[in-house]
């Protein structure tokens, strides 16, 4: 059986994943918002965000009673700062389906995203969230393998980033400046969404080896760096 | 005289003044380097960044430390953790100014902002540049209310970047789309920027008075709500 030191890091690691879970739906539900122009689904999503936070406040104050009774040295004190940060990644994830969902919400009954960038933007939303499926998943088993594996899958999201703005370029583009401004930031929600998934499962990385991955964020634009 | 744990904790709080100072004085180069297209300033910017991951890693290491060695409760083990964050906002506002410097060198030699832009951008970047001398100040200080005074200012950032905006969706806007994406990445960056630089005056509050500002970031668009 496990003490009530451990139970309560285990309570943290368990937080962490219900969290990348909430935001991984999250991501998912807004993309399908802004792609039907669902406003229930849209509201259904910003509403949902209060939880995220919500499990965030809980754990930190988790995280900081732990540091302040246990003490924890070496590998647990690792843990417990690491989780904090994750904790930070995943809240501002869920910020960012938010602002998806707003999108969606804004324009109603109009559609933000045009006809010919659906699938683009569909296979962002798809995944933004398969990628934070991964992240969870190496919370949950500590894969350094796994977490290293995500940094390529996040190419793959840089590229999707560079197709779109590739149309939002073109001299063919003529679905006027606002919508080209909408399509510019719902890329970089993506884009920052992906990082913070990439980042959690860099965090991993670091719980179990101690070392830093590097530069944890490459955040792309100016302008999709080729 | 202080002693050894004290003057660590002195010096984690001088790492931050330090940072602050530093992505303050990046974001007013970086800003001058877009407008002036001026290359050199903004390689300037670009190089300056690392000197700001340094330090943030730094700060990181001697926080961890002193979580291990010293083991602080109360009040002291909230300077600590709270140290942390700030140091990851001061981190990414450091990338915000980076970004902008990357666009300016990635339109150089062309103005990546056209000239009726050119004052609201010249606002943005002096207002982030006040916003975060006021929020190293606030550290310094322990000052609650110049702290909450930040968030009135915040509201001069909102302003800006609607004015911003307006001008985007103006039927009048004769610049093309890759100038709107553009101009629309760059007010989301000076508008990310003062986020964290309210966010580290918001964190003196929780400092000071244990209590937790509401809402951290508010992070304005979809589309900049009204």
């Known amino acids: ?20 879970r909430l935001v991984g739906s999250a991501i998912g539900r807004a993309t399908t918002a802004i792609l039907d122009a669902d406003l229930n689904l849209a509201e ?4 949902g965000d209060k939880k995220v936070d919500e499990l965030h406040h809980d754990l930190e104050g988790k995280a900081i009673a732990l540091l302040a009774r246990q003490q924890p040295v070496a590998t647990d004190l690792r843990i417990v700062v690491t989780s904090l940060r994750m904790s930070a990644d995943l809240e501002r994830s869920g910020d960012l389906a938010q602002h998806v969902a707003k999108l969606a919400r804004l324009r109603f009954p109009e559609r933000a995203v045009p006809r010919d960038l659906h699938a683009t933007i569909l296979e962002m939303g798809q995944l933004a969230q398969r990628l934070m499926a991964k992240a969870a998943e190496c919370v949950i088993t500590k894969d350094v393998d796994l977490a290293l594996q995500l940094e390529a899958d996040d190419d793959a999201m840089d590229l999707l980033h560079r197709t779109l703005f590739q149309h939002l370029i ?57």
Do not use: C
């Not at 059986?1 to 990348?20: K, N, P």
């Not at 006027?176 to 990385?205: C, M, N, Q, S, W």
């Open 44 to 47: 259904n999503v910003i509403e």
């Open 1 to 20: 059986m496990r003490d009530a030191y451990h139970e309560e890091l285990d309570s943290i690691g368990d937080g962490l994943v219900e969290m990348a």
């Open 170 to 226: 073109d001299d063919r583009w003529k679905h006027g400046i606002e919508t080209a401004v909408d399509v510019t930031l719902l890329g970089r929600y993506y884009e920052r969404f992906a990082d913070h998934a990439v980042a959690v499962a860099k965090r991993v990385v670091f719980l179990v080896t101690g070392e830093h991955a590097d530069d944890l964020q490459q955040d792309l634009p100016p302008e999709i760096q080729a």
